[in-house]
């Protein structure tokens, strides 16, 4: 059993910054392929970013160039590193064990002025 859990969202006006972490439990985390998505009311979760084993990222269109996604496999902690961020990046984002059955609880980002 793997526990993720989020933290780091909060209100952040347009163009500004914001830092999620998932910290992971169990000692298989250099082995897992992390992704973040996001969900808003009505929707389907989208992938937003994705982080190999070997540390190679992925990113959806709409946030390349803004977002960074990094691995610590010593603290066994995912984060998504947010910048200039936009009204439509508002929304609840969750970490997941690429793969598995594994969520975090969701931490709520709200981008608004």
């Known amino acids: 059993q793997v526990q993720l859990v989020e933290s780091g969202g909060g209100l952040v006006q347009p163009g500004g910054s914001l830092r999620l972490s998932c910290v992971a439990s169990?000692?298989?985390?250099?082995?897992?392929?992390m992704d973040w998505y996001r969900q808003t009311p009505g929707e389907q979760r989208e992938l937003v970013a994705s982080i190999s084993t070997l540390g190679s990222p992925t990113y959806v269109d709409s946030v390349k160039g803004r977002f960074t996604i990094s691995k610590d496999n010593a603290k066994k902690t995912v984060y998504l590193q947010m910048n200039s961020m936009k009204p439509e990046d508002t929304a609840v984002y969750y970490c997941h064990v690429r793969g598995s059955k594994y969520w975090g609880q969701g931490t709520q980002v709200t981008v608004s002025s």
């Open positions: 169990g000692s298989m985390f250099s082995s897992y392929y």
